[in-house]
């Protein structure tokens, strides 16, 4: 099983400010990762595929990048409907999740 | 547009089945695999295992291999995920999500399964 490790675990901001979050692969997984947001008592919504494709209406605050083991997202100043949290996922082989990182106001 | 809704909250005595639905609208469920991932309260979100909605193939994660089944009722755009052996720690909202590329696009509301006795 390749395991997803994220961090940080909770990340304090501010509105208007960067958040960089950071996503770590026990094995390479290519470009074949993914980001979601999910607030309290919502599913999880996609917002990065292929470790750096925005999906449909996501908008460009944020971003993905990296390959191989270590990715970033980055939401490029923070909206209030940000403060969420956000799991990467791998599916390079079958699926798996990162634990989570909590982006809450500063 | 596409829309998965899920069966309502179900409340379970341990060792007993649940048998969730995700009826699926707005496209052709042939073409798409469905993914179970379940959410203990306060955790993270946990791959269960997927169905490849066009010929009946799984693939389950190896911690609920024995006891889950997931199946699809193509008539209907339905698919289903029975779990047996309930315990405690299957308490958690179960979510069905269509996947395509790997990644999974669209999601159901979610159903929470309580096991209590």
């Known amino acids: 099983e390749i395991v997803m490790t994220q961090s940080p675990v909770t990340l304090s901001v501010s509105p208007g400010e960067r958040a960089t979050l950071s996503c770590r692969a026990s094995q390479s997984v290519s470009s074949n990762l993914a980001w979601y947001q999910q607030k309290p008592g919502q599913a999880p919504r996609l917002l990065i595929y292929g470790a750096s494709t925005r999906a449909t209406g996501i908008p460009a605050r944020f971003s993905g990048s990296g390959s191989g083991t270590d990715f970033t997202l980055t939401i490029s100043s923070l909206q209030s409907e940000d403060f969420a949290v956000y799991f990467c996922?791998?599916?390079?082989?079958?699926?798996?999740f990162g634990q989570g990182t909590k982006v809450e106001i500063k | 547009q596409v829309q998965l809704v899920q069966s309502g909250a179900e409340v379970k005595k341990p060792g007993a089945s649940v048998k969730v639905s995700c009826k699926a609208s707005?496209?052709?469920?042939?073409?798409?695999?469905f993914n179970w991932v379940r959410q203990a309260p306060g955790q993270g979100l946990e791959w269960v295992g997927w169905?490849?909605?066009?010929?009946?193939?799984?693939n389950y994660a190896e911690k609920f291999q024995g006891r889950v089944t997931m199946t699809t009722d193509t008539s209907t755009s339905t698919a289903y995920m029975e779990l047996r052996g309930l315990r405690s720690d299957d308490t958690a909202v179960y979510y069905c999500?269509?996947?395509?590329?790997?990644?999974?696009?669209?999601w159901g509301q979610g159903t929470l399964v309580t096991v209590s006795s």
């Open positions: 169905i490849k909605t066009y010929n009946g193939d799984t």
């Open positions: 999500a269509r996947e395509y590329g790997g990644y999974f696009e669209f």
């Open positions: 996922q791998q599916y390079e082989y079958w699926w798996t």
């Open positions: 707005g496209y052709t469920i042939t073409k798409f695999g």
